[in-house]
Each structure stands twice: as C-alpha cells, then as structure tokens.
C-alpha cells in the first residue's frame, strides 16, 4: 500500500486554506503551497479550479490507484478531476522558479471546443515552471468556467521514464482518448479533437488510458487490458467553427434546418419508419404497457412533447420524470416498461442514475442523444441518435429540435410497429415532418423581427412564457432559454394556471409570450391572452399565419407556418430561441457562455 502522501495545495486564485480543510477534514494530509521553498515538503500538488466539493473525492485515489500503479512502470500516474488540475508526481526535490514558461515541459496546447486558442499559461496566468522530472501530467485546464465545456487536455511529460506517456483516469466525468503519428490527445469532449483525428475512444468508467504518439493502450482499475472500442466521428470541423457568425448559439440556431433533416434522413423508408437502432420484435413492442420519459433541462422540455406524441399515436400511457428525481420517488417499473433517456451529450449524471436504475427494476431502456459513444449508449438496450452535429453554445438549440423530430419518429415507429395506428396517418405525419426543414428556414427570416422585439423589451426585469397542451412545453422552453443566457427572470406556465396563482405577477409592462399554435386549445389561450392584457401585460404572440384575431391582441407577433399539431414545437420554439439570444446580445451578454453553467452536467 502507497504510504499516505502530503498532498500540497496551490490557487491560481483565491485562498487555498478552504482546499485544505476539505482535504484534511477528509483524512488527507494537505499542506499550503505558497512559494518555491514550500514544495520540498510534499509529495504532490494540487491546483484546485470549479467546485470544491469534488476535492472530496482524494480521499480515496491512492488506494483507487494502488493496483494500476503496480503494473504501470515509472510511477505514480495523474489523474484529473473535474475539480482543476492534479499532478503526482515523484517527490520534488529541486524545486520551482517563478518564470514564465513551463521550464522543460513539453508543453501541448489545443483548441478548445470554442474554436480558438485557449488562453496559454503566459497570458493567462502568473504560472511557475518546473525543473524537476516528473513521470505524468493531466490537466483539466482550472479556468474551464471562462471558456466554456469542452476546454482541452494540455497534457505532456518532462524527463524520467514515462517520457512521451500521458496517463488519464475516468472516474465519472467523460474522457475521450486519441491517437495520430506522433501524438497523443486527451480531452473531455469530441469537439476538441476533431482537428487532429476521427477516430477515438471514449473511455468507459473506472478505465484508465495510457496514451503515447500514435498508440492508446486502456486498462481497468485491476490493470488488465482491455480491448476499448474506437468509434469514428462523421462531424465536420468546420461544424465546431463559427463559420463567419457573431457567435455559436447565432450559427446553430441557423444550422436548424439541416440538423432536423439529417435526424430523419435514412429513417423513413417506401413509406415506413425504420429504426436499425431498435432492435425488439414486434413482440416485445406489443408487450409494452407503459412509457416514462426521464431527462433534465432542455431534454426534459423535449420529453414533454414526446409524453403528447407518445399517447396520442399509440395510446399507451406516458409518465415524465425530472431524471433528477425519478429514482427517489419509487418509482413502478417491470419487464413491460419502457423508460426512455433524453440527454443532448449522453454524459448528464442524473439522467445515466435513470437510466441505470430502470434496467436494475427490468425494464426495457432506449437513449435519445447526440453524442456517438457517450456513456449512455453503453447504458440503454437501444439508442437513437439525432444527428445535429456539435453544438457548442451552452444553451441547447439544435439539438432540442433534433430531439423533437427524433421523438415524434419513435412514436410513430411504436404505433406502427403495434398496428394501432392508420397507415394512411402515419404517411400524412411523415410528409408533414418531411416539410418541417423548409418551413423552419421560413420562420428564421422572422431574425429581423425578432431583433426588434429584444430591443423593445431586453430592460424587462420579469418574462411569463405560457401555453397549453404542447404549447407548454414550447412555453418552457422559451423562459429556460432566456433565463440561460440573458440572466432575465422568466417562468413558464401552463395558461390555464393563471388563475391559481401566477396572474398575479401580471403587472402594467410585463412581456408575456403566449402560444397560440395548438388548434385544440386556441380558443382558451385567446382568453387566457385577453386577461393579461387586461391587466397591463405586453403581449408576445406566436400564432398562426393570417391570423387576424391574434394580431389584435398582439403587441408584437410571430406568424408560423401550418404543421400537424403536435410538430409545432419544432417551428414555435425558434422565435423564442432568436428572442433569447438578441435579448442577451443587447445586454452585453455571452450567449455562448452563461456565467455558473456547463454544456454537460455530469454531476448530480
């Protein structure tokens, strides 16, 4: 057994003592690192950044690491964590200097998932080089909250022998590995790598990769090696650039069309849905009894709008579940249950839990994401791939509509595969869906409009977004993104809740945006409009075209083309994504950087 180590602890910025509190109050013997001198005194260092809470996890490493250290010669191996950047190393005898340079470090810096530089340690810091050999370096870069998900590795070795040898340790927080002639890449997201290879290995949990140019060897935690799966990634980099736009979520809002069309592009064929991902029989499909949708955030709002797909085409009941919660209320699953996973990166904590848990109680699990070879393809019976490409704005906009569409096609595969719904039906829905890419470069020539409103009401101290049916999905949708990136307090209702409380926070000026799409419900959401405008709101419409009676009680409206009723969120969701992003813009705002969020949760 590794003797305990004095770990020593280091801040860019900030006081470290709160680092060794946590650290000693887990058991850890740590000391403050505060000048050259101090470093002979431990054994390795710690640079914290991000949550501190996950210093709490060094309080096992060692012993996690035990096993894996025998069997890899030459030391000790790193190990980051989403916390910043960790270093053990051999005991540091000569010391550091204050320089600007990393000293004899081979330094590799990459570009990040936002298409540029990330800023180097020169510029970006007052950094301290080492003279002192050292057998393995990861870095999960400490300034990942200024930049954005997806920062890249910097990842290299000094002298000794591990020369050339990166070492990187998947506990949880997604790793993905690659190899080129003369290189070895590291990095917490695909993006990152797309300007170096295609193909990679996403690391699985409790893997470890020893990474040298041109090869990847991957070991479990016991140190056995393992044959990991190389996937091939089909994204085009110019697809992780900004491609001339002012920003990212500007450009993905735009590359709409084409996400929607490649979701669905090979999936429909001689009038049939064909899903080679979901292989049941159509035994297994019969037998199902019940539906439950788990998801977070965005991916959520797309699970409401699958709930109404789901039990109007094959009438099979639907529950939906914060992923979040769903474990923790106990919930009834079996055999006959399908459970469905929405995740945009496949890396969302509290959806993998969900997920996990509903095949633990026997249930049948289908994942609906972006990413190819994320954790949650390895976690499902089936997967379902919406084909956006990257998406780098942290704000979801692509790739909820891509959800959307990728949804609707699996409950009209289920209705079809079951024989409970009209053939000539599912035909009329599938040219609709085959027409939602034109229809959605139609709405986006409302930019203009748009852009007008968020002058007109980006002051607004409070926004009420409402709906009915699927509408209120839309309607959630629409305050999440403005809450996201603009930092404006905004809620999302079901219209009919008004009454119960939330009319009143009507007041003379509040922006109110109402969805007047669904035809069910149009009638009721006219009144629902009527009242808050009685009560001084600033009405914002999304209603059909030509609609004259929406226009008279419409301080600004956006007229959509007609589409089958539950494929309107796929249209009704984009003014309210161009009204987020101009509102930010006009308050000085980072669309693709909201402060206190990440692209990827991948923490509960």
């Known amino acids: 057994m590794i003797a305990q180590p004095t770990i020593g602890v280091f801040a860019l910025q900030g006081d470290v003592r709160e680092h060794v509190r946590m650290l000693q109050g887990a058991g850890v013997t740590a000391l403050p690192v505060r000048r050259p001198s101090e470093l002979a005194r431990v054994d390795a260092l710690v640079l914290p950044g991000g949550e501190s809470t996950t210093m709490y996890k060094l309080a096992g490493i060692f012993d996690l690491l035990e096993p894996l250290r025998k069997r890899l010669a030459g030391g000790m191996p790193s190990l980051g964590t989403c916390a910043g950047m960790i270093m053990l190393a051999d005991r540091i005898e000569s010391g550091i200097e204050g320089q600007e340079t990393l000293g004899g470090l081979d330094v590799v810096v990459r570009r990040n998932a936002f298409g540029r530089q990330v800023d180097s340690f020169e510029s970006d810091v007052d950094f301290v080089g080492f003279d002192a050999p050292f057998h393995a370096l990861l870095i999960r870069a400490p300034w990942v909250e200024k930049v954005g998900e997806g920062v890249d590795v910097l990842a290299t070795v000094a002298s000794g022998p591990a020369v050339g040898r990166i070492v990187a340790v ?85 590359e709409q069309p084409e996400a929607v069309r490649n979701t669905m592009r090979g999936r429909v064929k001689k009038g049939r849905i064909t899903l080679d991902e979901v292989t049941w029989s159509g035994a297994d ?30 009438r099979i009941p639907v529950e939906l579940d914060l992923a979040s919660e769903f474990r923790y209320r106990d919930p009834v699953l079996d055999a006959h249950s399908l459970v469905i996973g929405v995740a ?57 509509l891509a959800q959307l569409v990728a949804l609707n096609l699996f409950a009209l595969y289920l209705a079809q595969e079951r024989g409970v719904m009209d053939p000539a039906k599912i035909g009329e829905t599938i040219d609709a869906m085959r027409a939602l890419p034109d229809q959605i470069e139609e709405v986006l ?122 494929l309107t969120p796929i249209l009704d969701t984009i003014p309210l994504q161009l009204l987020a992003y101009f509102v930010a813009k006009e308050r000085g705002l980072s669309p693709d950087k909201p402060r206190n969020l990440a692209k990827s949760v991948t923490v509960e």
């Open 344 to 400: 945009q990166s496949g890396e969302t904590a509290d959806t993998l839990a969900a997920v996990r848990f509903a095949r633990e109680m026997g249930a049948k699990v289908v994942a609906v994401t972006n990413v190819v070879g994320s954790s949650i393809t390895r976690d499902a019976d089936a997967v379902l791939f919406t084909h956006a490409g990257p998406e780098i704005g942290v704000a979801a906009t692509k790739t909820f």
């Open 285 to 314: 499909l019969a037998a199902i009894s019940k539906v439950v949708v788990v998801a977070c955030g965005t991916s959520y709002h797309s699970g409401m709008a699958a709930k109404h797909a789901i039990e109007h085409y094959t």
């Open 170 to 254: 998947r506990q949880d927080s997604p790793i993905i590995v690659g190899a080129t002639e003369g290189a070895g890449l590291v990095a917490s997201g695909i993006p990152a790598l797309l300007a170096y290879t295609r193909d990679m290995i996403p690391l699985e949990n409790r893997q470890v990769a020893e990474i040298k140019p041109g090869r990847v060897r991957v070991l479990d935690f016991e140190g056995d090696e393992v044959n990991a799966e190389t996937i091939h990634v089909e994204w085009d980099l110019d697809a992780a650039e900004k491609s001339g736009y002012e920003d990212f979520m500007l450009k993905e809002i735009f």
């Open 445 to 566: 020539t409302l930019q203009g409009e748009v852009h007008r409103a968020a002058k007109r009401y980006a002051s607004a101290r409070d926004f009420i977004f409402m709906g009915r049916g699927v509408g209120m999905a839309v309607a959630l949708e629409g305050a999440l993104k403005l809450k996201e990136i603009s930092y404006i307090h905004a809620e999302g209702y079901a219209a009919g809740e008004l009454k119960h409380g939330a009319i009143a926070l009507i007041e003379e000026g509040v922006p109110v945006v109402a969805i007047l799409t669904g035809v069910a419900l149009y009638e009721k959401m006219l009144g629902n409009v009527s009242e808050v405008r009685a009560r001084g709101a600033e009405t914002i419409l999304i209603a059909p075209r030509n609609d004259e009676r929406a226009c008279t009680l419409a301080n600004e409206l956006f007229e959509m083309p007609v589409t089958k009723p539950l």
